[in-house]
Structures are given as C-alpha cells and as structure tokens.
C-alpha cells in the first residue's frame, strides 16, 4: 500500500550486546548511527578509566555525554530568541524610517 511505512527486524550491536529491534525501514540508518554513537562513547570512557571505574559508572558517564551533546544542540537549534531580537530591531528600523519621511 501507498504510503504505508515497512517495518523491518534488526540486530544492533551496542557495546558488547546484540538487542533485537523492529524498526520503520526509512528510519534503519539513524539506529545504526546511535548504536556506533553509544558504542563508540562507551569505548571512549572504558579505556579513559580503565580498572578505576565500573561498567556501571562508565555506562552512565556515557549516557550524560550524549544526552549532553543532545541538549547543547538542541539549545544551538532554539531561534524563538533570536526570532524575538529580530522582530524587536524590525519594529524599531521601521518606527525610525517612519518618522524620518
């Protein structure tokens, strides 16, 4: 059927485990970039704090990282301010150009 979205069966490799996910065919990649993402972060910090830290302490350092990243981006996409300083100075230039003429 037309539009009707293909859910497919994947094995993503996370660190050091297999998980079984049903995923929208179209949306695959993006898991397979969030399971390198989490491997890859993960790895980073096991071999930062190799024998001194937990897995445990390490998964959850992994965790703040991301959901850090995340929250950096998401502040870098937020444009309501800046939508709000522009209509300001729009409203001003055009308040000064209408009283000059």
Request: charged fraction near 30%; charge should be negative.
């Amino acid at each position: 059927m037309e539009g009707e979205e293909r859910i497919i069966h994947i094995r993503l490799h996370v660190y050091d485990m297999d998980i079984p996910v049903n995923v929208v065919q179209e949306e695959e990649p993006f898991y397979r970039n969030a399971a390198k993402l989490i491997t890859d972060t993960v790895n980073h910090y096991s071999e930062q704090y190799k024998g001194t830290k937990s897995t445990k302490e390490i998964l959850y350092m992994s965790m703040i990282a991301i959901a850090l990243n995340f929250e950096f981006l998401k502040e870098s996409k937020d444009t309501d301010r800046y939508d709000n300083i522009l209509k300001t100075l729009t409203a001003e230039i055009e308040n000064a150009l209408g009283e000059k003429s």
